[in-house]
Structures are given as C-alpha cells and as structure tokens.
C-alpha cells in the first residue's frame, strides 16, 4: 500500500518543482527583460495617427453651379474645388466698375470747378485793378477840376463792387479747394471709397470659385448642386497624407523621463506588429486631455474621485516611411518611447517646426492685387488729361492776388 503513496508523492515534488521553475524562469525573463529593455521604454495603446484636416469653406454668397472634386480624389493648391453661379456677382462688379468711373469723372468735374474759380479770381482781380487805377487818375484829375466829383463817386462804388466780386470768387474758389486740396485726382478720398467698393465686388466675383488653400486628399464634401451657399458655410476637408503624426496619451505617472527628441517606434493595427515606424517625439501638450474637454472637470464641487490623467505626446512620423506605407488620420497604434536615450530637451521643450506646405496657402493673395490693377486701369480710362501747369500757374496767381 506504501508504493502508490510513494509514486504520489514523488509525481507532486515533480510537479511542484516544475512549477517552482516556470515560475523562476519566468521571473527571471521578466527581469531581464525589464533591465534589458522595459525600463528604458515607455508604451501605450492609447496612440493615433492624426494630422491636419483643412476645412474649406465658402467665401462668397452663391449657388452651387458645378462640383469638381469628389471625395478621395486628390487635389493640388489653387484648383478649382466648386463653382458657384456668378451672375449676381457679375452683375455686382459691373456696378461697382461704373460706380468707379462716374466718382474719377465727378471729382474730375471739382478740379475743373477750382480752374474755373481761380480764373475767375484772376478776371475779377484784373478788372478790380483797371477800376483802382482808373480811381487814382481821376482823383489826379479832380483837383484840376478835369474830373467831376460824381465820376469820382462812381469809380469808387464800381471799386467797392469789384472788391466784393473778388471775395466772393476767393470763397468759391475756396469752397472747391476745400474738397480737393492736398490731394490729386487718383488718391482722392471719393476715388479710393470707390476702389474699394470695386475691389470687394471683383473679390467676391472671384471667389465665386472656390478652391483649394492646400494640397491634399478632398474629405466630407457636404454641398450639392443647386444649393445656396454664404461664407463661412463648409463646402469640405482636405487632408494632406504626407505630413501625419502620433498623438500617444501617456499615464502621467510615466511622464518622468518623457523629453522632446527621444526616438519611438510605432507599430499600426493596420499592418501588425510586423511592421513598424521610426518617430520622433516632438513635444508635450501643455496640459491633459481633460482640460480641453468640452466640459472641463471641476474638482472644487465635492465630488472628487482621483483618476490617474493622460497627457497627450506628438510624435512625428518619417515622410518616407509615409510614402512606401500610407496611413490615414485616426487609426490605432501602439507607440514606445526611448526614455534611456539621454537628450539635452526639458519637458517644455518643442522641437515641432510648421514648415510644411498646409501651414500656408497663397490662393488668395492675387485676388486684391488683381482688383487693385483692375481699378487703376478703370481710374487712367476715366481721368481727362489736362494740363499740370494750369493748375500751378492758376494757383500762383492767386497766392499773389491774395498777397
């Protein structure tokens, strides 16, 4: 009866000592592998590919005539995205165009008038001073008895007529000058408000295209032929595929040795864990994920639960790896972070650059300019060339008459 005890006995030290060395061995991995690898490591799930989304939207008020791009579809800055109708705008611009030219003529009129008071200034000031010397002859000629006392009388009431006529020219001319002094015909003011009424009709016009700030991929397109469309309202997105990054939110209590500059590796759900992309961190999003919330916690109302917060690390991603493996904003990764690496970065450091092409655009920069030579050209066809020394010499004169 003792074999079998003994047979029992000896089969569950077996096993205990088996388990004692899974359990050894395993430990003892799990050691190694913290000192040789986890320790230096920082990982989470909790990481997506994200990037820029470029919203278009509309900038002039218009029906929707004509789509061009379509989603997927891939699309170079400044083409034409949608086409609104515009024969409203059209029209609008033909107004302010005439508008433009009817205010140069009207002002041209009022330099017109000023040549037409300083001359008439300068005619009244002669005949004042025919009647003047007339006046000194005849007092000349009174006291010879050559000339009677009732011309004398006369001369001297024409003189005070004559000074009144010249005052009054002086006013007029004054008048005028006050609309159009310090100023020549093309910079003045009544010219420029029409400009720029010209300038926002031909923006509108030209905006009545829509088109791209970015290059990209067209995403979410939300407008349809025929519908009306104002500014501001979302025609759709453009994304560029060839700047993405990661975000990877990280337990705060594994922030410690989280720095700008560190390598990182990522691997995507969508290829496995096969295949992989070298990052860089970029930099530390000032602050967790929940301040940012559309409804921030407040802590101060009683009602406080402690939770262990995740703060947000961008980590760019290699345009070229990009390339032979493409990613889209929104899929899943798992991201590590190189902490044993030391690096010369602190926390708040950023080593993020905006130097690619979605960070600006240059679309819209040639349509004032274009509206700005369009109403110059309407401003020389309207000017009536007159001569420059009329002006001079007319007011020349009238500085010495004032005198």
């Known amino acids: 009866m ?17 388990v004692f060395a899974g359990v050894v061995i395993g430990v003892s991995a799990a050691l190694f592998r913290w000192l040789a690898y986890d320790r230096n490591w920082v990982t989470t799930d909790n990481a997506f590919v994200t990037g820029n989304i470029i919203p278009v939207q509309a900038d002039a008020t218009g029906v929707v005539a004509k789509v061009l791009a379509e989603e997927t579809q891939m699309v170079e800055t400044g083409d034409v995205l949608v086409r609104l109708d515009a024969q409203r705008a059209q029209a609008a611009l033909g107004q302010a165009e005439a508008e433009l030219a009817r205010a140069v003529r009207n002002v041209g009129a009022l330099f017109a ?10 005619a009244r000031t002669a005949i004042r001073e ?4 007339d006046l000194s002859r005849y007092k000349q000629a009174s006291l010879n008895g050559a000339a009677s006392r009732q011309l004398l009388q006369n001369t001297e009431d024409q003189l005070a007529a004559q000074d009144a006529d010249v005052k009054e020219a002086r006013a007029e001319f004054q008048a005028v000058q006050a609309r159009v002094g310090g100023v020549s015909l093309i910079n003045h003011p009544d010219v420029e408000a029409a400009k720029a009424r010209f300038n926002e009709a ?3 016009f030209v905006r009545q295209n829509i088109r791209a700030p970015a290059s990209g991929y067209v995403a979410k397109r939300r407008v349809q032929v025929g519908q009306r469309v104002r500014p501001g309202d979302p025609i759709m997105n453009i994304v560029p595929l060839d700047h993405l990054w990661v975000e990877a939110n990280l337990w705060e209590n594994r922030m410690e040795k989280v720095r700008p500059g560190q390598a990182a590796v990522i691997r995507t759900d969508l290829y496995g864990s096969g295949e992989t992309y070298r990052g860089v961190v970029q930099g530390l999003v ?7 919330a559309t409804l921030p916690p ?3 109302t009683g009602n406080f639960i402690r939770i262990v917060q995740r703060v947000p690390v961008r ?42 092409s979605e960070y600006s655009t240059d679309v819209y920069e040639k349509d004032l300019a274009e509206a700005k030579a369009h109403a110059d050209d309407i401003v020389r066809k309207n000017i009536v060339r007159e001569a420059a020394e009329t002006d001079s010499r007319c007011l020349a004169e009238r500085e010495v008459s004032a005198r």
């Open 202 to 204: 031909y923006v509108e």
């Open 315 to 356: 980590i760019s991603l290699d345009p070229e790896e990009l390339k032979q493996k493409p990613l889209r904003p929104g899929l899943s990764t798992v991201a590590s972070i190189n902490v044993g690496a030391p690096v010369a970065k602190q926390p708040n450091d950023s080593i993020v650059r905006t130097a690619a």
């Open 286 to 292: 000032p602050g967790s994920g929940s301040v940012f």
């Open 2 to 18: 003792s074999h079998p005890r003994k047979t029992i006995r000896a089969k569950r030290t077996f096993l205990l000592r088996l």
């Open 113 to 122: 008038s000023r040549r037409q008071a300083c001359q008439k200034i300068t």
């Open 130 to 133: 025919r009647t003047l010397h």
């Open 298 to 300: 407040d802590n101060a």
